[in-house]
C-alpha cells in the first residue's frame, strides 16, 4: 500500500478545515497511508528570508528518508485530475512506495526545499491559503485512486 506525507506549514485553527480533511483522511484510508505533519509558521516579525529559512529546515527534517518530495507551486506542472491518477499510478507502478507532498507558507519555501523536490506540480495558477490548498489536495489524491480504479466518485 501506498505512504503518502503531507507536509504542510501551517495549522488549521478553523473547525471547518479540520473537518474537511479528516472527511477526505477517512476517504482515502482504504488506498494510501497518509499522514499529515504540520510544520509552524514563522513569525511575522522574523522577516521573509529567515522565515523560509527557519520553516524550510523543519520542512527538510520533515521529510521521510527514501520518499519523493512533491512540492505544490502554482508555478509547478498543471495537470487535470485524469493526468494526475495517471501520474500517481505510473509512480507506483514503476515503485514509488512513499510520496511526500509539500505545502509551504504565505511565502512559498526556500531553495534548499524546492532543490529537495523531484517534482513541482500545480492546481493551477492561483495562489491558495495553505489550508484550502491542503484540502484540494487531499481530495484531489482521493479522486485519483477513485479514478485508477474506475469506481464511481463518492458525492
Known amino acids: 500500500m501506498l505512504t503518502i506525507t503531507i507536509i504542510a506549514t501551517g495549522k488549521l485553527t478553523e473547525r471547518f ?12 484510508r482504504p488506498y494510501a497511508r497518509v ?22 529546515e523543519a520542512i527538510l527534517k520533515a521529510i521521510p528518508a527514501g520518499s519523493l518530495a512533491v512540492l505544490l507551486d502554482r508555478l509547478g506542472i498543471a495537470q487535470t ?19 511526500t507532498f ?19 506540480i500545480s492546481f493551477g495558477p492561483i495562489t491558495l491559503p495553505h489550508n484550502l490548498a491542503r484540502v484540494v489536495l487531499l481530495e484531489q489524491i482521493y479522486r485519483s ?5 474506475g469506481e464511481p466518485y463518492h458525492k
Do not use: M
Open 17 to 28: 478545515w479540520r473537518e474537511a480533511c479528516d472527511e477526505y483522511l477517512k476517504r482515502l
Open 102 to 120: 509539500i505545502i509551504g507558507g504565505s511565502n512559498g519555501v526556500s531553495t534548499p526545499v524546492r532543490e529537495e523536490c523531484a517534482q513541482t
Open 81 to 99: 485530475s485524469v493526468q494526475r491518477a495517471q501520474w500517481l499510478e505510473r509512480l507506483t507502478v514503476e515503485g514509488t512506495s512513499h510520496l
Open 35 to 56: 499522514q499529515v505533519v504540520e510544520i509552524a509558521d514563522a513569525p511575522d516579525d522574523l522577516g521573509v528570508d529567515a522565515a523560509l529559512t527557519r520553516e524550510g
Open 145 to 149: 485512486f477513485k479514478i485508477v480504479r
